[in-house]
């Protein structure tokens, strides 16, 4: 499941124990030898889609961890990349990832990290493209529709929030009793410690948020098909700001 270089169980332990921002703080240094990490398989073939719908002239990545979808926009960005994240360790390591400390490409977007909440953007009509990876688990269900609106305010009109999900498995089927099955037990383990640790499965579904993003204004396209096995049930939504 892990690589050598990867937590041990301990440390996965303690994460799991403490607040979501703390614990990411701690996996920060560990974080692309698990299996959290979104593939490069698959962020390769959602920039192949965007190479379709750009350039764009600035690109925002919401919850950017260590950098991972950021080095697949940095390409498709003229003007301005920004990587947002909440905890302090994995913007650490983007920054490291990304190579910000040396001096910049003479061409290329200009490439900024901001520590911020993904639920309180402080940006408006500011971008072309915004995405999103790995991180719809941690936004309660009940905070969805802040987290959209957001968006929909950090965009530009015509512009686009661009995301991979899956359609919600049926009822009573596999993948259907795993999800719920870990999401009783995460809320039992908030119920129980303090801090809580917000991460559920089964969450931002494409129906779901299919019917979240088009009451906030957005036309939405999706594409099947992006993706070999294993990720062939994942979609390419492309929500574009009317």
């Given amino acids: 499941m892990f690589h050598p270089q990867g937590p041990t169980f301990r440390e996965l332990a303690r994460q799991g124990l403490s607040s979501t921002r703390r614990g990411y703080d701690l996996l920060a240094p560990k974080f692309d030898y698990t299996p ?18 750009g350039p764009f002239a600035r690109g925002l990545d919401l919850c950017c ?28 390591e983007a920054r490291r990832s990304l190579a910000l400390e040396a001096p910049p490409p003479p061409s290329g977007p200009q490439v900024a990290l901001v520590r911020a909440d993904a ?11 915004v995405t999103c990876f790995g991180a719809f688990g941690h936004i309660l269900r009940r905070d969805e529709p802040r987290f959209v609106r957001g968006i929909h305010r950090a965009l ?40 809580p640790f917000v991460m559920f499965y089964l969450t931002f579904t494409l129906e779901a948020a299919h019917a979240l993003l ?26 574009r700001r009317e």
């Fill in 36 to 53: 959290f990490r979104t593939p490069d398989s698959l962020l390769d073939a959602v920039g192949e889609q965007l190479a379709l719908l």
């Fill in 65 to 92: 961890g260590t950098g991972a979808a950021m080095r697949m926009l940095r390409p498709l960005c003229r003007e301005q990349l920004v990587g947002l994240d909440f905890s302090a360790g994995m913007l650490a």
């Fill in 119 to 129: 639920l309180a953007l402080p940006f408006e009509n500011a971008f072309d493209l």
């Fill in 156 to 195: 530009r009109p015509g512009g686009r929030f661009v995301f991979v999900t899956l359609p919600a498995p049926r009822v009573l089927s596999a993948a259907w009793a795993l999800g719920r099955g870990y999401n009783a037990l995460a809320h039992l383990r908030n119920l129980l410690v303090r801090p």
């Fill in 214 to 239: 088009s009451e906030a204004g957005f036309e939405v396209s999706v594409t099947r098909g992006a993706f070999g096995s294993p990720y062939q049930r994942f979609v390419v939504v492309s929500a």
